[in-house]
């Protein structure tokens, strides 16, 4: 009887170390595949954190540009043509009722530059930046939250 009663004992241990063991490796295994699951759904759907979901971008293209550049003693050319994007549909009115001195904004901007203002990526990423705070600035109904050039040729 006593024996047997060791035998139940010593199973209840092997099976209370088994369930612990099982618990530790299940229980982090849990949690991050909730963290993952939660990543993804925030990159899917846009995070909390000030950015916007593609399905509410709407865009905007403007016809292409051909401007002088500002290089002294050289006959240098800009052509380039540019698409806005903004997250509040009723910007677009703005934009349109706006369109000619959105034009003449960038075409101010861009006479302004010289080649070597544009030579590389963080050039061109410098002068996006001050465009998109250039175009903001005529905007009183919302804001321009990225600026993409589909075109980009000097000659």
Do not use: C
Not at 2 to 12: G, I, L, M, S, V
């Amino acid at each position: 009887m006593a024996e047997q009663k060791q035998n139940q004992t010593e199973e209840a241990k092997g099976k209370k170390k088994w369930l612990k063991w099982v618990l530790i490796l299940t229980i982090p295994l849990i949690i991050i595949s909730g963290a993952v699951g939660f990543y993804f759904s925030t990159m899917m759907n846009g995070a909390d954190d000030g950015t916007i979901p593609m399905k509410n971008v709407q865009t905007l293209t403007i016809q292409s540009f051909t401007i002088n550049l500002a290089d002294a003693g050289h006959r240098r050319y800009l052509r380039t043509q540019i698409t806005l994007e903004y997250a509040d549909r009723k910007l677009l009115n703005e934009l349109e009722l706006k369109d000619h001195r959105l034009k003449d904004t960038v075409i101010n901007i861009l006479r302004s530059k010289r080649v070597a203002d544009l030579d590389s990526n963080e050039k061109t990423e410098a002068l996006r930046q001050e465009l998109i705070g250039a175009i903001n600035e005529l905007l009183n109904d919302g804001e321009i939250i990225g600026l993409y050039f589909e075109e980009f040729i000097i000659q």
